[in-house]
């Protein structure tokens, strides 16, 4: 593994995680206007999961790789 691998690894889970996102808020939006409570009992888990991708951390590997620290 090396930088363009931790690279490319950080910008697919970024883009999953902001596809997921305009999922959900299509989802949210559509679900509000028909079935407030059943469209987001389906948004919610996809903007949790959205926002999960979004922030996930480096890997301990890419870190070391690339001199960040590691705790």
Known sequence: ???????????????????LLGFSLIIAFAGFLIVPVLGLFFALPL?????VFIAAPESKVCRLITGKKVG
């Open 1 to 19: 593994m090396d930088r363009t691998d931790c690279l490319r690894d950080k910008l697919s889970s970024r883009m999953v995680g902001f596809i």
């Open 47 to 51: 903007l949790a999961l959205a926002a």
